[in-house]
């Protein structure tokens, strides 16, 4: 189709992925089998059939199950640089990617085996590929702010290897505030900070991810629109926002395609971009998100260069790199 090739066409960044939410079945088979570890799937298919979640926690528990059969470097590498040639077929040229080590440490696998492998593919997707990224680190909400110190200690000796800091896991409950300290420190040690916000949980928490976190960039923040007032802010800052539609619908933040808020974002002047989330569990990688919202939405070429074009004025590279990708 005509709209696919033009997507196709268009070089993109990608600022919203938890790499541990781009491992597909036939690689936790893989590494299952590698390393020894009983799943509880008979294929690929099944694994497949088990992605129907109706809500956030829903996908969070099979998240953190999927995730298990993570155990070397190597597992780290193969699965950080399956993301990266998939999204090279997509015409994406940057991607600033998530992970979360508290999900790898917890289960006993060490912080340097997850970050030493990401790190690997993300030197050899700029040589082989010609695509740049950076890292950020998660800290898990529903864990203690205790937790996320213990973790930013951890990081260290990688504090010139990470961009930024995030917020992600259960969001009801668990306010940005709950991580003033950690996300405060973060900063001082010259970390960007972004969070979740406004998937679920409601606009007290994305104005608390914007006033007590100080974040630069908001992950989803749907909920934004309920609040005029925080609109206005979001103009007024430029905020980006990196918008996951077809997550979106996979967690029942919206229950079609075409009610979702991305072109209501655009039309309020909102730095709005789209973004897969966790592509092996919500049915797309980047393209199939542009592809899947412009069919819906009926967005046009200029809304799709716009997005496009957000992804990279949102993104954290230099402003001369920017400027050249705009
Ligand atoms: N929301 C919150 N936490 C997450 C997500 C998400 O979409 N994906 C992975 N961790
Ligand atoms: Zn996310």
């Given at each position: 189709?005509?709209?696919?090739?033009?997507?196709?066409?268009?070089?993109?960044?990608?600022?919203?992925?938890?790499?541990e939410?781009?491992l597909?079945?036939?690689?936790m088979?893989?590494l299952a089998?590698?390393n020894?570890i009983d799943i509880p799937?008979?294929?690929?298919?099944?694994?497949?059939?088990?992605?129907?979640?109706?809500?956030?926690?829903?996908?969070?528990?099979i998240y953190y199950q999927g995730m298990n059969v993570l155990r070397?470097?190597?597992?780290?590498?193969?699965?950080?640089?399956?993301?990266?040639?998939?999204?090279?077929?997509?015409?994406?040229?940057?991607?600033?990617?998530?992970?979360?080590?508290?999900g790898h440490?917890e289960r006993g696998v060490?912080?340097?085996?997850?970050?030493?492998?990401?790190?690997?593919?993300?030197?050899?997707?700029?040589?082989?590929?010609?695509?740049?990224?950076?890292?950020?680190?998660?800290?898990?909400?529903?864990?203690?702010?205790?937790?996320?110190?213990?973790?930013?200690?951890?990081?260290?000796?990688?504090?010139?290897?990470?961009?930024?800091?995030?917020?992600?896991?259960?969001?009801?409950?668990?306010?940005?505030?709950?991580?003033?300290?950690?996300?405060?420190?973060?900063?001082?040690?010259?970390?960007?900070?972004?969070?979740?916000?406004?998937?679920?949980?409601?606009?007290?928490?994305?104005?608390?991810?914007?006033?007590?976190?100080?974040?630069?960039?908001?992950?989803?923040?749907?909920?934004?629109?309920?609040?005029?007032?925080?609109?206005?802010?979001?103009?007024?800052?430029?905020?980006?926002?990196?918008?996951?539609?077809?997550?979106?619908?996979?967690?029942?933040?919206?229950?079609?395609?075409?009610?979702?808020?991305?072109?209501?974002?655009?039309?309020?002047?909102?730095?709005?971009?789209?973004?897969?989330?966790?592509?092996?569990?919500?049915?797309?990688?980047?393209?199939?998100?542009?592809?899947?919202?412009?069919?819906?939405?009926?967005?046009?070429?200029?809304?799709?260069?716009?997005?496009?074009?957000?992804?990279?004025?949102?993104?954290?590279?230099?402003?001369?790199?920017?400027?050249?990708?705009?």
């Amino acid at each position: 189709e005509q709209r696919q090739a033009f997507i196709a066409g268009i070089p993109k960044a990608e600022l919203h992925l938890h790499i541990e939410g781009s491992l597909e079945p036939e690689m936790m088979f893989a590494l299952a089998q590698r390393n020894a570890i009983d799943i509880p799937f008979a294929s690929a298919e099944e694994v497949r059939k088990a992605y129907a979640f109706s809500n956030l926690q829903d996908f969070l528990d099979i998240y953190y199950q999927g995730m298990n059969v993570l155990r070397t470097e190597q597992d780290f590498y193969d699965l950080t640089m399956a993301y990266f040639q998939r999204i090279h077929a997509d015409n994406a040229i940057h991607a600033e990617i998530f992970f979360d080590p508290q999900g790898h440490t917890e289960r006993g696998v060490t912080f340097s085996t997850a970050i030493d492998g990401i790190l690997r593919a993300m030197d050899d997707a700029q040589s082989d590929l010609n695509i740049s990224s950076q890292l950020i680190m998660c800290f898990l909400r529903h864990l203690s702010e205790e937790d996320a110190l213990a973790t930013l200690e951890e990081a260290a000796p990688y504090l010139d290897r990470i961009s930024g800091v995030g917020l992600d896991s259960s969001e009801l409950g668990h306010p940005p505030s709950k991580f003033a300290k950690v996300f405060a420190k973060a900063k001082a040690l010259g970390l960007k900070a972004v969070a979740h916000a406004g998937e679920e949980g409601p606009p007290d928490y994305v104005w608390e991810a914007l006033d007590v976190l100080k974040i630069e960039r908001m992950d989803h923040g749907n909920r934004s629109l309920e609040d005029p007032r925080l609109v206005e802010r979001l103009q007024d800052n430029q905020m980006t926002l990196t918008v996951c539609p077809l997550s979106n619908l996979s967690l029942c933040v919206v229950n079609d395609l075409k009610d979702h808020p991305l072109k209501k974002m655009l039309g309020l002047g909102l730095r709005a971009t789209v973004n897969s989330d966790d592509p092996s569990y919500f049915g797309g990688y980047l393209n199939d998100n542009y592809e899947a919202t412009a069919s819906a939405l009926d967005l046009d070429k200029d809304d799709i260069i716009a997005l496009a074009k957000n992804s990279f004025r949102g993104s954290f590279l230099d402003e001369e790199t920017i400027a050249q990708s705009l």
